[in-house]
Nanobody
Framework: QVQLVESGGGLVQAGGSLRLSCAASGRTFSSYRMGWFRQAPGKEREFVAAIRGSGGSTLYADSVKGRFTISRDNAKNTVYLQMNSPKPEDTAVYYC??????????????WGQGTQVTVSS
């Protein structure tokens, strides 16, 4: 069982920066691939980024590639999403997730409660 708690959301101006954090419980954090997803009002939840358990490999959605960076600190059981140059269309509730399946963009077993990110123009 893994419990995830996101933090760091809020209001940010377009072109600014914001860092989301996700703290995980449990002693096996490094065995989980971690992902960030988001859901805007009226839209389906979508994949944003993911990182391998060791932190050696990452994957990004095309919409955030070059602007967002996912990282993790296994000693602190925490995964981060650095959001640089956010755009108004990045406004959404952001969720972190933990999984161990072969899929990087779906089928995550554990989810946080989400944190709201609002990007003003």
């Amino acid at each position: 069982q893994v419990q995830l708690v996101e933090s760091g959301g809020g209001l940010v101006q377009a072109g600014g920066s914001l860092r989301l954090s996700c703290a995980a419980s449990g002693r096996t954090f490094s065995s989980y691939r971690m992902g960030w997803f988001r859901q805007a009002p009226g839209k389906e939840r979508e994949f944003v980024a993911a990182i391998r358990g060791s932190g050696g490999s990452t994957l990004y959605a095309d919409s955030v590639k070059g602007r967002f960076t996912i990282s993790r600190d296994n000693a602190k059981n925490t995964v981060y999403l650095q959001m640089n140059s956010p755009k108004p269309e990045d406004t959404a509730v952001y969720y972190c997730a933990a999984g161990q399946t072969a899929s990087w963009t779906s089928r995550y077993a554990y989810w946080g409660q989400g944190t709201q990110v609002t990007v003003s123009s």
